[in-house]
């Protein structure tokens, strides 16, 4: 027990340690859902990922994600199926800033769309990354 209490800043550096490493994972909210651009660019090569926007049509007109497919989120419910018929593949979904596109991964969930994702920080964390932006 003295080592415990003669030592009790190193098991302090252990905890923040600890605490550092699960950060990451927590400031996305779980992270089981969000990914970054980067993630999003790997799934879409690797995994043939379709990428869904589900702005307004004047959003998506405006600028999105190359070779996105335009859903708006009021919409998504009864046209996802139609949209992205193979329920295996990843299917992303966009919007400006993310809040809209977190709430379209849990109707696209519900719909048995297991492996949806919502790109982290919308189309402003893709423009940020410097990554491909289509208009029209």
Known sequence: ?????????????????????????????GGA???????????MNREKAV??????????AAGHVTGA???????LEAKLAGVVKNK???????CASGVRSRRAVAVAKKLGYDRAYSLTG??????????PVQKG
């Open 1 to 29: 027990m003295d080592f415990f209490v003669q030592n009790w800043h190193l098991f302090a550096v252990a905890l923040a340690s600890g605490g550092m490493l699960l950060w990451p994972t927590l400031g996305k909210g």
């Open 122 to 131: 919308g189309m402003g964390a893709w423009r940020a990354a410097n990554l």
């Open 51 to 60: 990428v869904v926007d589900v702005c307004s049509p004047e959003e998506y």
């Open 69 to 75: 497919k335009s859903l708006p989120l009021d919409e």
């Open 88 to 94: 295996a593949l990843p299917v992303v979904l966009v």
């Open 33 to 43: 859902d969000g990914v970054s651009p980067t993630e999003v660019v790997q799934l």
